[in-house]
């Protein structure tokens, strides 16, 4: 008897036993097939033979390879399998149904799961020459292609042995030698019971060129070696009861093992495979990726039933519904069955910072109605994995969109300071609360795979098992989608209960939350700010400023459409408005409006932004002429969609009303750089700066002065900007200490009395800045055009304000959020760049100044200098970001008091004006003009800080919806009034009513109130 050697250490017993598992690869496969040619025809029709080895004649995609290929009478009763390498990302058809995506980690697909022999197969692969994550394959070529019978005993053997040398290499990285040389010495006593014959050469060479690793390492060869054979002889059948003891072995060996080392923890784990709307590919493509991971995810729930999945996106499911519909009708079934898992609840999985408080609540309304219309039941939890940050109300909308529940993992890529916790509450700034989860993968994070890495490290990094025994963790291959693989699920068969690593379950999403002991956990409240990507506060602004556009447009649209319906009997066109919905809802996803995307994204999104703008903005307007010719009078009828009485033309336009105006006035010529009136006085600098902004109600300056004491606001920057990495995505820290000050190219000019305008240039851009300040302004306009050219540089406004304050304030969605103005810790510092929405402000005691804008969102406040971000040139991954013509406003408001005056008076009702201008409607009364001359049409009683949300008919019935938020974080009651409605009950986001039926309503700070008509 050979007594044991232990001159090797455990690394070097692993590497020995890793190169048998290597050997016995070769042996995994029965039998192969070669196809030798297929039928290639490209989207033009184009057709030729293509031999496997050969090129593509043409990247004209998608092509498609067909081919028909008959089963050998001796495979009868055989498992047969394909394996392909078209060239190309791929989906497999066989006998007209998909059954699975090709890919480089989706090689193989089952074809038979027992043959009769002689049947024949007609397949085909539907091919594309790029990479799963949109590299071109600019030769792609048909690299292999074949069927094959696997030898299932040669195989369990071999994943056994594969998922043992796993655990035994993760439990030396972990210092677990004692565990880790009872699993080699277990590997060893099993290797030396499988016998391989190795005394022919050319059998034994030509057997390991079957397995990949030995085929790669000869193939390498300067010799060019070719050890292939027909049919190299199989595995014999005299030497399987080897196999099996083999097996026995390990089995047996494990479970011992558990006694004394019994698994640590619990994970609990759901397949995935994030597919990325759009990033690196167009949406176009995303549709046939849908159908290659969804087929590749059904095919590997028939043969393994433990198997669950998760997938978010009603959008995903749409294409699905419209491109395949037999593969969504098994979806179906499989959601019934509970092993497919609906997550997410929304539209898409949007920008965290970006989208307004309603678009949320539509992202929510249009997943969640297709969810239940389409499977009968709604997503309990929120699933954002890769969403870069978190607005400070939305664990108000998941409540209110009927979600209890928050995921992500993003959180834990912030680049300063760890996120605290895994395992919390989330509290909003209304209070509401989700219980929320992640899981810090260091591996492959959200695309995790079942390995003894991500088991052993996600369990690791696990900070909640103070408080509850077991953590989430997601498998699959994502971002370009493909999802789970065979191999993936043969290791969680053998891992999951392993001496030394956490054991393992399926679980649904929501049954892992349920299972929470919530009484304990911490709480974090308010915004989650990712400290990272922060360029997409501003990257790509042309998708920007369309996003903010149809914000408004749309609710008017709706409001000026509701109101028409009801008192003019015209139809309302819901179907129309909601497609538009989901046009905006599409282009939130969370690569597409921070800009993260290539062009051909972009060029799919303005198209489609636009002309949802135009038809909004016409959808609008018919119905504001139909209710204007009601109005007495003559002239043209100026319409306010807000709650905030404004000003047109000198009359004052009562909120959600109406009031004749009339006619504009030319405005007189004066010279001369100041601008001036009732409410402020500008002054321009001869270098295009701000001079003076002067209050003359409060008798004080706006603009802070300089060191030298001089007063020059608005100042434009502009920055070198080439971030250490995600280059169209990050804003590096240091960005500010490479910067030059954009100066008027010539002295400013006075257009009229109202408006002087400044001309810059940067290199060979252009930026033209008119200041305007018209009677009954409080604020003064910057109206900008740029011609923007060049790359990688980073184009800011800042201003220093005269106030001091410790504290800055931004608008979020539905809400707003305090920001430190010091950098005292690595929290606040880190805060160097921050989202708002359409208004930034610094207050004392008595006064203050906001930034407000129309369609910009990267802000920063650092001691008394506000900074807005304006446009960038990013190079990855679309060279020409923001290249061209950009036109956008933004506006200085100073204001006594602080942000929260009531009206005009206000940073809101300022923002709303900017954002939302009055519609002036030209129409003269019709025959059936009885109403006055002004008046409103819904009125609501309320606190100054009431806004309005929307005001719509609901999905589901002719009934009025009236949605209103508090802006200021203040409280009080609200009371709803139309002549038309018989009452109100409370409703949620998926405007289902709640309650009973009421005359007044309270609100708490940030609270949003849905009212249902009665």
Known sequence: MTPRNSALTLKQQLDRLTNRLHELAGWRDHAQLPIQEVKFSDVTGKTSTLAVGQGWPSRAFPVSLTFSISIPPEWAGQCVMLHADPGGEALVELDGRAIGGLNPFHRDHLLLTRAAGGETLQLRILASPKGLFGTPERTPALRALRLYVPDHDVGAVYEDLLASLDGAAQLIAMNRDPIAARVLDLLDEAFALIPLERHDSGTYLARLSWGTAERTRLGGLWDEYNFEQPAPAPYPDGWRAQLSAARDVLREGREQLLLSYPAEGQLALSGHAHIDLAWLWPLSETRHKVKRTFSTVLSLMDEYPDFTFNQSMGQLYEFLLEEAPDLFSTVQKRVQEGRWDLVGGMWVEPDGNLISGESWARQLLHGQRFFEQHFGKRASVCWLPDTFGYSANLPQFLQQGEIRYFFTTKLYWSETNPFPYDLYHWEAIDGTRVLAHQFYNPAEGYNGDIKALDLAETWKAFRGKRWHDESLLSFGYGDGGGGPTRHMLDRYERLKRFPGLPGLHMTRIEDFYARVDGSRLPVWVGEQYLELHRGTYTTQGRVKALNRRLEHVL????????????????????????????????????????????????????????????????????????????????????????????????????????????????????????????????????????????????????????????????????????????????????????????????????????????????????????????????????????????????????????????????????????????????????????????????????????????????????????????????????????????????????????????????????????????????????????????????????????????????????????????????????????????????????????????????????????????
């Open 555 to 1014: 609710p008017e649209a709706e409001a000026a459409c509701a109101l028409a319906t009801r008192l003019t009997g015209a139809r309302y066109p819901r179907e129309e408005l909601y497609g538009l919905w989901k046009v905006l809802l599409r282009n939130q996803f969370h690569d597409i409006l921070p800009g993260s995307s290539v062009r051909a994204v972009y060029d799919v999104a303005h198209q489609e932004l636009d002309e949802t703008l135009a038809r909004g903005e016409a959808l609008r307007d018919a119905a504001l002429l139909a209710l204007s010719r009601r109005v007495q009078g003559e002239g043209d009828v100026a319409w306010n969609l807000s709650l905030t009485e404004r000003e047109c033309r000198g009359v004052w336009v009562p909120p959600l009303g109406y009031a004749r105006v009339p006619a504009g006035e030319q405005a007189g010529v004066a010279d001369g750089l100041t601008l001036d009136n009732e409410h402020l006085r500008v002054v321009v600098n001869e270098d295009g700066t701000l001079g003076s902004v002067w209050h003359k109600s409060e008798g004080r300056e706006a603009l802070g002065p300089e060191e030298d004491g001089s007063i020059r606001g608005n100042q434009l920057w502009a920055y070198v900007d080439v971030p250490r990495a995600w280059e169209a995505w990050d804003v590096d820290a240091s960005y500010a200490r490479e910067g030059e000050e954009v100066l008027a190219s010539d002295r400013p000019r006075r257009l009229d009395e109202h408006q002087i305008r400044v001309d810059r240039t940067l290199g060979n851009s252009r930026v033209t800045q008119t200041y305007v300040l018209r009677p009954g302004m409080r604020r003064v306009d910057i109206v900008t055009g740029a011609q923007w050219t060049g790359r990688r540089t980073f184009l800011r406004a800042l201003t220093r304000a005269n106030v001091r304050t410790m504290h800055a304030t931004f608008e979020s969605a539905y809400g707003a959020v305090e920001r430190t103005t010091h950098m005292n810790t690595s929290w606040d510092a880190a805060q160097f760049e921050s989202p708002g929405h359409r208004w930034a402000d610094v207050s004392e005691g008595g006064f203050g100044l906001s930034l407000l804008n129309d369609s910009k969102y990267g802000h920063s406040v650092h001691g008394d200098v506000l900074g807005l971000s304006l446009l960038r040139g990013p190079v990855y991954p679309d060279p020409g970001a923001d290249e061209g013509e950009h036109r956008f406003t933004y506006s200085l408001f100073p204001h006594a008091g602080d942000w929260r005056g009531q009206g005009m008076a206000g940073t809101v009702g300022q923002a709303t004006d900017l954002n939302a201008p009055l519609t002036v409607v030209s129409a003269p009364a019709g025959p059936a003009g009885e109403w006055p001359e002004s008046g409103s049409l819904l009125t609501v009683e309320a606190g100054a800080g009431v806004q309005l949300g929307v005001l719509k008919l609901a999905e589901d019935a002719d009934k009025l919806l009236l949605r209103v938020y508090d802006a200021h974080g203040s409280r009080g009651e609200l009371r709803a009034v139309m002549p038309e409605v018989r009452g109100w009950q409370a409703a949620n986001f998926l405007e289902e009513a709640r309650g009973v039926t009421q005359e007044r309503w309270t609100y708490t700070p940030y609270r949003v109130v849905t009212l249902r008509e009665v």
